[in-house]
Structure formats: structure tokens, C-alpha cells
């Protein structure tokens, strides 16, 4: 599904890896490994080069947008750009099914972003990702600020997309995270992986 060779940028590389579907790959590593900006580069959001390809297709040989609806990446930190919450989400029926399963309900859509906690935002950025049914999701500590419930729902969440074929990369502080992700376990050390590619 997703294979990745040779691939450098700005403090890392070269890095390979391979993802199959429903496979999860969990890189640890100190802050300022470069785990961070393995994902930005595999989701084309930083200059980097090296073959990356979602099944046998180069990321080059598409637009932008369109490897980014494929290859989504969450952020530690997610960026808003409109007020409210609802803004953010096309489809409200099936965004409101999304709520329900991160422990928000419908009323969340009508919440300012300005008044979201940080665990919300990471609640609902997720949400929002997962929207356009990326077939790989690159996700930066998308449970650092929550509390064991909530992290439990997310999990239980991404298991469920794991499960109808998602492949996952995610990067986190936690190694029971990987253990309760069932992850391949890699770890970053200056730029570089390790781990089986």
C-alpha cells in the first residue's frame, strides 16, 4: 500500500518504510528526532525527495490536494480557519456520527473554536481528517492532551478504521500505545529510522 524509499528532507533521511493495509507503524523517539518531520515530508507538506507511493503510484504523479486526501496528516496541533466548529465539516450527518464516537455529541458543531480545550481540538481535528476516508492517516501525538476515557475513544476509533483497511503511522510518546495499537514499533534518532523497513 504505502512504500516509502530513500526518502530525505530537512533533518532526516533516508528513511524506508513499508505500510500494508490495515497495518500500524508507531515511531517513538526523543523530541527533535525528526518524527515530525518524517510525516510532514510523507504527506508532501515539506520538500523532501525519495520515492513515496500509495499503491504503486508516486505521489509525484498527482496533485498535492489529492495525496493529502489519501495520505492525511494530523498534526499535534490542528490549524482552524473558520469561528465555529461546524464550519469545518461538510457532511453534518456523518460528521455527527464522528462526534458521538470521540464523546462530543451534535452540539460541539455549533462551539467557537476559540473556547475548545486542547483535547477537543485534537478530538475534532481527528474527526475532521477522518472525513474524506484518507486510506493512510499520518498522525502526530493525537492523544497527548487527553485523558485516559477519551484516549480510550480514539483508539477504539482508529482500531475501527484499522479495521476496514486504514493504514496507520503514528507518532507518540506512549509505548503501550503501540502495544495497544498493535503497531510495528520504530523509533527516530537524529533523522534516521530504526526499525525493520
Not at 532526516?12 to 493495509?21: E, H, T
Not at 493525537?142 to 486504514?166: F, Q, V, Y
Amino acid at each position: 500500500m504505502l512504500s516509502i524509499r530513500d526518502l530525505t528532507g530537512t533533518g532526516i533521511g533516508p528513511i524506508a518504510l513499508k505500510l500494508a493495509n490495515r497495518e500500524v507503524a508507531a515511531i517513538t523517539g526523543p523530541s527533535g528526532a525528526g518524527k515530525s518531520l518524517l510525516l510532514r515530508a510523507i504527506a508532501d507538506l515539506d520538500f523532501s525527495e525519495g520515492a513515496v507511493m500509495l499503491d504503486g503510484q508516486d505521489r509525484t504523479s498527482m496533485s498535492a490536494p489529492d495525496w493529502r486526501r489519501k495520505v492525511t496528516y494530523v498534526a499535534a496541533e490542528t490549524g482552524w480557519w473558520a469561528e465555529r466548529v461546524g464550519d469545518h465539516f461538510e457532511d453534518r450527518t456523518a460528521a455527527i456520527r464522528l462526534l458521538e464516537q470521540i464523546g462530543l455529541g451534535e452540539s460541539a458543531l455549533d462551539w467557537s473554536i476559540p473556547r475548545l480545550s486542547t483535547g477537543e481540538k485534537q478530538r475534532l481535528g481527528l474527526a475532521r481528517s477522518l472525513m474524506g476516508k484518507p486510506r493512510v492517516l499520518l498522525l502526530d501525538e493525537p492523544t497527548s492532551a487527553l485523558d485516559i476515557a477519551n484516549r480510550d475513544l480514539i483508539e477504539a476509533l482508529l482500531k475501527s478504521r484499522i479495521d476496514e483497511g486504514t493504514a496507520i503511522i503514528i507518532v507518540s510518546h506512549d509505548p503501550e500505545q503501540a502495544k495497544r495499537m498493535q503497531a510495528s514499533p520504530y523509533r527516530m534518532k537524529a533523522g534516521k529510522l530504526e526499525g525493520t523497513p
